[in-house]
């Protein structure tokens, strides 16, 4: 399941086509089919959160892997790994070597894909892709920088935005970009069992101690996995043994041996303001009934 670990990941395995000419360019998505990026040269490709960026001459690709997305990268003319049908975006690039084959990125399964021009990204006004989403995690000054001028760093902010709701559960605060951008569903579960918290705690309940803490093992623990092919939280890398709770719903668990539990917390609504939570998904959960203090 992307996060912000499998986005900046992505972002560093695309460094390469930084400095490369495109030479084919292929949208394939209707608002921006007609526009043409061949001849452009890539400036950078850098992840925020969830979101990947492509800078190509004066114009940004901006695309979110959501659920099911994914980049493969191969030589020009070999078979895809997934149907034609669902390529969002097409690029192919110089080759590596004098006579060699062009190289092709091909973006499957896309949440969206946007095209902006690069300007916007130069302020935090709002037509700045990014303008709404709170900091990133995954940042490497995440502790050190301030955030907008705001004199507080983006941790420091990460946490003021997760506390100005203390009637919102904390699972669903750390799901919301708006607060902290690059957590997800399995990260909220296993990062909120290692606490000992149910997901569905008030986050004033917790308390601002509690918030401080979940956001650095959060941080902590996806900036040990932002390398790994394959995630780990309980040191444990043998096949199926990485995960405490997540997608281990009526097995034991590791801690104790209680069976592990699983519901659904969020939706429209769900954090006691309609308005602000109108775009919410109901996700998952998944804890210990003996390990995480249910409220």
């Not at 995960?243 to 539990?261: D, L």
Request: aromatic share 8%; hydrophobic share 40%; charged share 25%.
């Amino acid at each position: 399941m992307p996060e912000g670990d499998s986005v900046l990941q992505l972002s560093n395995r695309l460094q390469w086509m930084t400095g490369r000419t495109v030479t084919r360019s292929d949208i394939r998505v209707p608002r921006f089919a007609t526009i043409d990026l061949t001849g452009t040269e890539v400036q950078r490709v850098w992840p925020y959160g969830k979101h990947l960026f492509m800078q190509m001459a004066d114009r940004v690709v901006h695309t979110h892997l959501k659920m099911e997305g994914v980049w493969s990268i191969h030589a020009a003319g070999a078979r895809w790994r997934r149907p034609g049908y669902t390529a969002r975006a097409v690029f192919r690039f110089s080759p590596q070597y004098e006579g060699g084959p062009d190289i092709e990125i091909v973006g499957h399964d896309l949440g969206f894909v946007r095209i902006v021009p690069a300007e916007v990204f130069e302020d935090a006004g709002a037509d700045n892709p990014i303008a709404h989403l709170g900091p990133d995690i995954l940042n490497e000054d995440w502790a050190v920088k301030e955030w907008r001028d705001s004199g507080r760093t983006w941790r420091e902010e990460a946490i003021a935005r997760i506390l100005r709701r203390p009637e919102r559960s904390l699972g669903a605060a750390l799901l919301d970009q708006r607060n902290v951008a690059g957590i997800g569903n399995e990260y909220r579960a296993e990062v909120m069992f290692m606490v000992g918290l149910h997901p569905a705690v008030p986050v004033g309940r917790a308390g601002q101690s509690e918030v401080e803490h979940v956001l650095d093992i959060s941080r902590r623990v996806m900036w040990e996995n932002r390398a790994e092919p394959r995630r780990l939280f309980t040191g444990d890398r043998r096949p199926g043994m990485g995960n405490f709770v997540f997608g281990r719903a009526a097995k034991a668990c590791r801690r104790c041996g209680a069976a592990i539990e699983k519901s659904s917390l969020g939706g429209p609504g769900a954090g006691g303001d309609a308005e602000l939570d109108s775009g919410e998904l109901e996700r998952i959960i998944w804890w210990c009934p003996e390990c995480q203090e249910i409220p």
